[in-house]
């Protein structure tokens, strides 16, 4: 785990966390792009709620919708990208926060009621995954001996 120059690398199972949150991070990338797709589904969802809007007001409220969920999304992952290379550098602050990070993941596929995309499941999944590995045994020593080391 010590290198020839004192530091201490990262076993199998925190470079599988941090790969799985890299991997969590692409799936996010995806989700946005299918929501830039969904316009249409959108304003006819919009439409069929009974809404008193114009044809313009409802194309605007579906732009606007989906132009901040998806800056929300890409936000997200910023900074689960980020925390992915601090878990990696060995901060146990970073684990904790990836893992409520994931909780929030999870819930949210409850949320919308069925309106989750596949990427959104699959991200939600291999973050879990990834919480699990950062938690196994040699993790747990990892992030003591970095504590201990710093």
């Known amino acids: 785990?010590?290198?020839?120059?004192g530091r201490?690398?990262?076993?199998?199972?925190?470079?599988?966390?941090?790969?799985g949150f890299l991997v969590s991070c692409v799936f996010a990338a995806t989700s946005?792009?299918?929501?830039?797709?969904s316009h249409d589904d959108l304003v006819d969802a919009l439409r069929a709620s009974g809404t008193t809007m114009t044809e313009e007001q409802l194309q605007s409220a579906a732009t606007f919708t989906q132009v901040l969920f998806a800056s929300i999304a890409v936000v997200i992952a910023l900074v689960q990208l980020w925390l992915a290379f601090?878990?990696?550098?060995?901060r146990n602050?970073?684990?904790?926060?990836?893992?409520?990070?994931?909780?929030?993941?999870v819930a949210s596929l409850f949320i919308g009621e069925g309106t989750a995309t596949l990427a959104a499941y699959g991200g939600a999944l291999v973050a879990a995954m990834a919480v699990v590995a950062s938690y196994l045994p040699a993790s747990n020593v990892y992030f003591d001996t970095v504590k201990r080391a710093g």
Do not use: C, E, H, N
Request: proline share 5%; no cysteine.
């Open 32 to 37: 946005v792009g299918v929501l830039v797709g």
């Open 86 to 90: 601090k878990l990696r550098s060995g």
């Open 1 to 5: 785990m010590t290198t020839a120059t």
């Open 93 to 105: 602050w970073a684990r904790v926060v990836l893992t409520v990070f994931t909780v929030f993941q």
């Open 8 to 19: 201490t690398t990262p076993p199998g199972t925190v470079i599988a966390a941090f790969t």
